[in-house]
Each structure stands twice: as structure tokens, then as C-alpha cells.
């Protein structure tokens, strides 16, 4: 062992013994200074429950509480849960609403693009004209095939 380690001797085990009541020094009583309104005395005063804690905990009451306590988690979960799925519905129809407005804005780009007028002058370009006569219909005899 190292000589700078300090270690501490084993004591003698502790018993079961009666203890020495010291006398208290009796400290004169200070006169308190009465203050403003205090809402922990308005609560002590108003919502006395001593008298449940009398002879103990009450444990006849502990399934009651417990039960409430229940509820009251499951409620406050739920109201999370509730709004997280409404901040959610916001959001997607937000997004709903800007895919509809761009799907509309490409349906009246296409309509207008797929005109005859404008698909002739996008076609001009490559060599294509418009036909002027009107088509025909070629009729091909049974027994050549």
C-alpha cells in the first residue's frame, strides 16, 4: 500500500442503544412580522387535510387515487396525442392545398399545349406541316393477306 493512502481503522459495530436526550436551549420566542398576503397560508388555511392523516395514511383510499391518477395521464396524454394529429392535419392540407394549385396550373399548361395551333408551331421547326385534305380510309382486300 502506497504511504500517502490514508485509511481508516475498523470501529466497533454500533448497538441498539438508548439515547441521551440532550436539554434543548430554550430560544425566546421572536416576534414574527406580520407580512402581506401569503399563498401558501391562504392554501394551509382554506384546504386543511389533517384530519385524513390523523391515524396514518389512509390506505383504504390508495385504489381510488391511483385509478384517478390513471385517468388524469390518460387525459393528458390524449389531449398530446390529439393535438400532435391536428397540428399534423394542418400541415398535410397545407400541403394538399400547394399540390392541387401546382396540379391545376400544369392541367391548363398541358391543355393549352396539346391545341392544334400549337403543336403545329412546335412541330414547324422539324419539317412537319399541317395536312390540308382530309383523311382517307385504305381498304385492303380479304384474300391479299
Not at 17 to 46: I, N
Not at 54 to 71: A, D, M, R, S, W
Amino acid at each position: 500500500m502506497a504511504p500517502n493512502l490514508m485509511t481508516k481503522t475498523a470501529a466497533a459495530p454500533k448497538g441498539n442503544t438508548l439515547r441521551v436526550k440532550r436539554e434543548e436551549k430554550v430560544k425566546p420566542e421572536v416576534k414574527a412580522r406580520k407580512k402581506g398576503f401569503s399563498l401558501f397560508k391562504w392554501l394551509d388555511k382554506y384546504t386543511n387535510v389533517d384530519f385524513l392523516f390523523q391515524e396514518g395514511v389512509p390506505t383504504k383510499y390508495l385504489p381510488h387515487v391511483l385509478f384517478l391518477t390513471g385517468i388524469t395521464l390518460f387525459y393528458i396524454g390524449n389531449t398530446h396525442y390529439a393535438e400532435k394529429t391536428i397540428r399534423k392535419i394542418a400541415k398535410i392540407k397545407v400541403e394538399t392545398e400547394d399540390l392541387r394549385a401546382d396540379y391545376t396550373t400544369l392541367k391548363s399548361d398541358y391543355m393549352g399545349a396539346s391545341k392544334q395551333s400549337e403543336v403545329a408551331r412546335n412541330v414547324a421547326p422539324l419539317g412537319l406541316v399541317e395536312s390540308s385534305s382530309p383523311p382517307y380510309q385504305v381498304e385492303v382486300a380479304e384474300d391479299e393477306y
